[in-house]
């Protein structure tokens, strides 16, 4: 069965994840400074940071009808008098 373009952005965000994830985890795992159990305990504590990190992504769709209006939203928030972050300007 082929894949629809949602189904295989799913996967490709899937693999980048995953590969991130074991670049963390092998770092980790090879730090012959740290013990054992040290080194568990860090994998741990940095997969449960991300997990967290994860689950506080907020997504915000706005469907606008021009061009227009997108300009009038960033500039909006743009003289709010906080600098705008990177999920802002995305």
């Known amino acids: 069965m082929k894949s629809t373009d949602e189904e295989a952005k799913l996967r490709n965000a899937?693999?980048?994840?995953?590969?991130?994830l074991d670049s963390v985890t092998e770092s980790i795992l090879?730090?012959?400074s740290?013990?054992?159990d040290k080194r568990k305990a860090e994998t741990r504590n940095?997969?449960?940071e991300i997990r967290d990190r994860v689950l506080r992504?907020?997504?915000i769709v706005v469907v606008l009808q021009n061009e227009e209006?997108?300009?009038l939203i960033f500039e909006t928030l743009n003289t709010r008098?906080?600098?705008l972050t990177v999920s802002d300007l995305v």
């Open 81 to 83: 008098g906080k600098d």
């Open 30 to 32: 090879k730090d012959n």
């Open 34 to 36: 740290l013990s054992e």
């Open 69 to 71: 209006d997108a300009y």
């Open 46 to 48: 940095r997969l449960i």
């Open 57 to 59: 992504l907020k997504l």
């Open 14 to 20: 899937f693999e980048y994840i995953a590969a991130n």
